[in-house]
């Protein structure tokens, strides 16, 4: 069981230095976004990867010396605050923002990242030594998934405002 121990907390340390990665990222672009929507969603993305980091760490200190991976639950941030901080500010946003290049590539960076988080995730819990560790795993890969999703809904909003609004309003053709 070393040897499992021994991948796992490789695992754990690429996990942790993503997460570092992802936090970094996720602050210098919020220091460069435009509008208040964008700064506001990437600090909420910044401060939910370092909430991981931080389990990450726990766990890789608990292998470190128990031997095993911790029992019991481990609160892994959520995620969904940022689908509610993305909802309340478009109700306040004006639909002539104009995008600049550069935060549109930070946001497709941004969904990339996350897209490569989801995956190890996934791959991580595919392969768990533990059930324990198998939904630890699972669990961030669906958070992942949500974060990729207020980032495309974000992208697509900054790329066109109008269309987005009209989209997500759905008006109806026959005035009803």
Do not use: C
Request: proline share 2%.
């Amino acid at each position: 069981m070393a040897n499992e121990r021994d991948k796992t907390l490789k695992a754990l340390k690429t996990a942790i230095q993503m997460e570092i990665d992802g936090k970094e990222f996720y602050l210098e672009a919020s220091q460069s976004s435009k509008n208040e929507l964008g700064e506001k969603l990437l600090k909420q993305l910044a401060a939910e990867e370092d909430a991981h980091r931080k389990v990450f760490e726990v766990i890789y200190n608990d292998i470190s010396v128990k031997k095993g991976w911790p029992t019991g639950k481990l609160h892994t941030g959520g995620g969904k605050g940022l689908r509610t901080i993305f909802s309340t500010a478009m109700e306040e946003m004006d639909k002539d923002v104009k995008a600049i290049p550069t935060e549109l590539d930070a946001v497709q960076t941004a969904m990339e990242m996350e897209n490569k988080t989801f995956d190890f995730y996934k791959s991580r819990g595919a392969n768990a030594a533990y059930e324990a560790e198998k939904q630890f795993y699972e669990a961030l890969a669906v958070q992942e998934e949500e974060h990729y999703r207020v980032l495309l809904d974000y992208y697509e909003f900054l790329k066109n405002p109008e269309a987005w609004f009209v989209q997500k309003e759905h008006p109806s053709l026959d005035g009803g």
